[in-house]
């Protein structure tokens, strides 16, 4: 499955690892405002691991999740909705059906912006042999149909302990050495104006020789969203809070 190079629009809504759960609830008022119009995004970027477990082919990850997956796939008949999958969010195409899903296997995603080349990834991309085979493995429809039945059987245990041991990570801390590790993990790899992705939650934007590198902050972590403005120069997003009723 291919697709062309993204335009990404002024005024388009990036939001990365918002985690949501009944522990981190957040995001579901902030995508209420959307969906109301209260917010009115031109286009609604998620950069993966918007849900602290939604797995495509597991029933109850959808159940514990149904009201942000209704209200998505409402505003996707509105406006664009572009999905690239994470580590905790993914086989989401039969989920979302009206948006533009972008797997593991297809990041990172070429888009432009204001005529600059803009790669665009969760930030899972390039872990080793060990990650890669465990990425193909969870991902695997017919071992997500067996965790799905067997967790069923012991009344959701599995994805309940999961859910405790999410909880429980912290999605603050700081990264030392981000631009050392960024450095030597993308250098010599992509040629494009901007290279932007979550994962690493840290908010920083870098300027590289090769690139300007953003890592985006993390909504989990005090609401923070990005508006795309292309008043802006080597910044490009203009970082917003979400706060419920502003």
Known sequence: MSHKPLEIKE?????????????????LEFIKDIHSKKLQPTQLILM????????GGVTYTQKINHEVIKLLNEISLCI?????EGNHDFNLKNIFPNAKIFPIYL???EATCKGKKVLLAHGDIDGDIGYKIYT??????????????IDSIFGHYILKKLDIYLGKKDDCKEFI????FISKRLHGKYRCDYFIEGHFHQNK???????????????????????????LDMELLQEKTFFKGN
Do not use: M, W
């Open 11 to 27: 005024g388009a809504f990036i939001v990365s690892d918002a985690h949501y759960s009944h522990q981190r609830p957040q995001l």
């Open 48 to 55: 993966g691991d918007i849900f602290d477990a939604l797995f």
């Open 80 to 84: 664009e909705l572009i999905y690239l």
């Open 107 to 109: 990041q990172p995603v």
């Open 136 to 149: 193909a493995i969870i991902r695997n429809r017919l071992v997500l149909f067996l965790l799905s039945i």
């Open 177 to 180: 050495g981000l631009k050392k």
């Open 205 to 231: 934007t870098i300027k590289y020789n090769e690139f300007i590198y953003i890592n985006l902050g993390v909504f989990a972590c005090n609401q923070r969203y990005f508006i795309v403005d292309y008043s």
